[in-house]
C-alpha cells in the first residue's frame, strides 16, 4: 500500500470515527496521518476541529490555518469552519478579511453572512454590517440572530423606530431570548414610553433575574416616570454590569447610611462629567448629615467643586485620599438621602470670581446678546450619533447680525467642521470647567445639546436651550419644555427623529423674540 492509500485509508477511518462520536480514536488516526504527511490539510482540518471541541483551542485554531493554507484558503468548507471558529477567537479586524473570504467562498450560508454582520458591528462599520444582516435575512427570513444584529445596528445609526421593529419582531419569533427583550425595551426606553419599556425589561428579567444591564436601564424608566425610590434602589444594579465604567470602590470603610456622622464622608464621583455635575447637588444635602465631607471627582472638575457648599476638601480621582469613617457614591445619594423628590436649588455651582472678571475683559461685552454654543456630544459616548447636531443645521441662528455672538465653549470639535464668523472658539482657551463657567457667568444665553455644558449652565442657573433628539435621556423625560431638574433650562425637542433643522428653527424663533423684546 503505498503512502497516498495509507493516508486515505486513515483519513476516511478518522471522519467515520469523529461522526460516529469517537473523538479519542479520530484523533489518534489524524495524528497517524500526520506523521506520514505533516501538512496534509485534512487531517490538519479534521484534528483543529477536535481539538477546538475539546478545549485545546489556540492550538486547534493553529492546525485549521494551517490547514487553510494548505488549500490555498480555496476550500469553501475549510474557510468557513476557520472563520466561524476565530469570529470570537481573535481581535475583530484579524477575523474580519477571513469572514470576508468564507461569505464569498459560501454564499449561501446564512449564518456566516450574520457572524460577518456582528463582526463588522464590533468594529463599528455599521454599513457594511447592516448589508451583512440584510443578507443574512434574504437567505433566511426567520433568522432572529440576525434581524437582532440588524437592530443593533440601526439603533447605533441613530434609527430608534427601526430597531423597535426589529427588536419587536425577535420577541414575536423567540419570546424567551432575555437580550431581545431588553433590546425593545431600550428601543421604547429612547422613544420615551417608559411604561411600554418596563414591561419589555419585566419579561427579560423574568427569563434571566440576574441581568445587571435590564436592572439598570429598567431604574432609567423608573427615574423617566419620576418613580424616584423604585428607581434608586433598582440603580445599584450599576455595579454589577460588565466593564462599568466607573466600577464599585472596594473600601474597607463601610457604606454611609444616611445617618449622622461625626467623622469624615468620603464622596466618590463616578461616570461622567454630566453626572457629576448634575449629582454634586446631593454633596451639599450630605454636608448637613456629616460632620465633614471629602469630595473626589475628575481633575476637569476640582476647581469649580472646591466652592460647592459644605464641602471641606475636594480631590481629583487618583490623589492620595485623606482617612474617612464611610463613603459613598455620588449616583447612590438620592436612595441614601431618600428624597422623595431632586432638590432644586436655583443654583449650586459658581465660577471663581477673577476667572470671571479676566473672561469679561476678554470678550469686551457690548449691547449684543453673547450666547455660548455647544452642538457635539462626546464622540466617543455610546448615544453620540443622535446626541450631536451637525454644525450645518445651526445657520438659522447666524442670521442675526450684529445682534449676537456666538461663543463655541467645545474642546473636541471636528477641525474638518469650518466655524461660521459669527463664532469665535473658545474651545483651546478653556483649561477646565471652572474656565468653562467663568465664560458661561459671561453670556446671556446657554444653547448646546445634551452634554456636560448644559449641566453646568443648569446647575450655575443661566438661561440654557437644551436640543434633545427624540432619544432624549430619562433625565430630560417628558414633553414640555421645562426642566426637573434646572429651573433655568428650557428644552427644545425633535417631533421627528434626526431632524435637527425644526429644533433649530423653533431656537431661532425663541432667540428672534428676544432680541426684539424690550
Known amino acids: ?107 449561501e450560508a446564512a449564518d456566516l453572512a450574520h457572524i460577518h454582520g456582528e463582526v463588522l458591528r464590533g468594529l463599528n462599520r455599521l454599513v457594511e454590517a447592516e448589508a ?32 423597535f421593529e426589529c427588536f419587536r419582531q425577535v420577541t414575536e419569533w423567540e419570546p424567551e431570548i432575555p437580550a431581545a427583550w431588553f433590546n425593545r425595551g431600550d428601543a421604547l ?29 429598567r431604574a432609567m424608566s423608573l427615574l423617566g416616570l419620576e418613580r424616584w425610590e423604585e428607581g434608586w434602589a433598582e440603580y445599584e444594579w450599576r455595579w454589577r454590569v460588565p466593564n462599568f465604567p466607573t466600577p464599585k470602590r472596594p473600601f474597607p470603610q463601610p457604606e454611609w447610611d444616611g445617618s449622622s456622622l461625626s467623622g469624615t464622608l468620603f464622596i466618590h464621583a463616578e461616570q461622567g462629567f454630566g453626572d457629576t455635575l448634575q449629582f454634586s447637588r446631593y454633596v451639599t444635602e450630605a454636608a448637613e448629615r456629616a460632620h465633614r465631607v471629602v469630595f473626589e471627582c475628575p481633575e476637569p472638575l476640582k476647581r469649580l467643586m472646591r466652592r460647592l457648599t459644605g464641602v471641606a476638601d475636594v480631590i481629583a480621582r487618583g490623589d492620595p485620599i485623606p482617612p474617612f469613617v464611610a463613603h459613598a457614591a455620588l449616583l447612590s445619594l438620592p436612595r441614601i438621602l431618600e428624597f422623595a423628590s431632586p432638590p432644586t436649588p436655583e443654583r449650586y455651582l459658581f465660577p471663581d470670581t477673577d476667572r470671571v472678571d479676566a473672561w469679561s475683559s476678554r ?40 445682534a449676537v455672538q456666538f461663543h463655541a465653549v467645545q474642546k473636541d470639535h471636528d477641525p474638518q467642521e469650518e466655524l461660521h464668523p459669527r463664532i469665535s472658539d473658545l474651545g483651546d482657551a478653556l483649561q477646565d470647567f471652572d474656565d468653562t463657567a467663568a465664560v458661561l457667568e459671561c453670556m446671556d444665553l446657554v444653547i448646546c445639546v445634551d452634554t456636560a455644558t448644559a449641566h453646568l449652565a443648569g446647575a450655575m442657573g443661566k438661561p440654557c436651550w437644551i436640543m434633545l433628539s427624540t432619544a432624549a435621556d430619562w433625565r430630560w423625560a417628558g414633553n414640555g419644555i421645562g426642566c426637573r431638574w434646572y429651573p433655568s433650562a428650557r428644552l427644545f425637542r425633535q417631533s421627528t427623529q434626526g431632524d435637527w433643522r425644526s429644533v433649530v428653527q423653533d431656537i431661532a424663533e425663541a432667540l428672534g423674540r428676544q432680541i426684539a423684546s424690550p
Not at 41 to 57: K, M, S, V
Not at 392 to 402: E, M, V
Open 1 to 107: 500500500m503505498t503512502r497516498t492509500e495509507r493516508v486515505r485509508q486513515l483519513l476516511a477511518s478518522a471522519r467515520s470515527l469523529a461522526q460516529s462520536g469517537r473523538p479519542t480514536e479520530a484523533e489518534a488516526a489524524a495524528k497517524q496521518i500526520l506523521s506520514l504527511d505533516s501538512e496534509q490539510p485534512d487531517a490538519l482540518h479534521l484534528l483543529g476541529i477536535l481539538w477546538y471541541q475539546t478545549g485545546n483551542r489556540a492550538e486547534g485554531i493553529g492546525l485549521l490555518h494551517r490547514a487553510v493554507l494548505g488549500v490555498g484558503g480555496n476550500n469553501p468548507t475549510y474557510v468557513a469552519n476557520f472563520a466561524r471558529i476565530i469570529a470570537n477567537a481573535v481581535p475583530r479586524e484579524e477575523a474580519e478579511p477571513w469572514l470576508a473570504r468564507a461569505t464569498a467562498l459560501n454564499p
Open 132 to 163: 451583512a444582516y440584510r443578507r443574512a435575512l434574504d437567505l433566511q427570513p426567520r433568522y432572529a440572530s440576525a434581524l437582532n444584529g440588524l437592530g443593533n445596528v440601526l439603533h447605533s445609526r441613530g434609527d430608534i423606530g427601526g430597531a
Open 189 to 217: 426606553r429612547e422613544s420615551q414610553k417608559f411604561e411600554d419599556a418596563i414591561t419589555a425589561y419585566d419579561r427579560a428579567l423574568a427569563l434571566q433575574p440576574d441581568f445587571p444591564q435590564a436592572h439598570v436601564h
Open 363 to 402: 470678550l469686551k461685552r457690548d449691547s449684543r446678546l453673547d450666547i455660548a454654543l455647544t452642538w457635539r456630544s462626546g464622540r466617543l459616548h455610546e448615544t453620540s450619533t443622535y446626541k450631536s447636531c451637525p454644525l450645518t443645521a445651526l445657520a438659522p441662528l447666524f442670521a442675526f447680525g450684529d
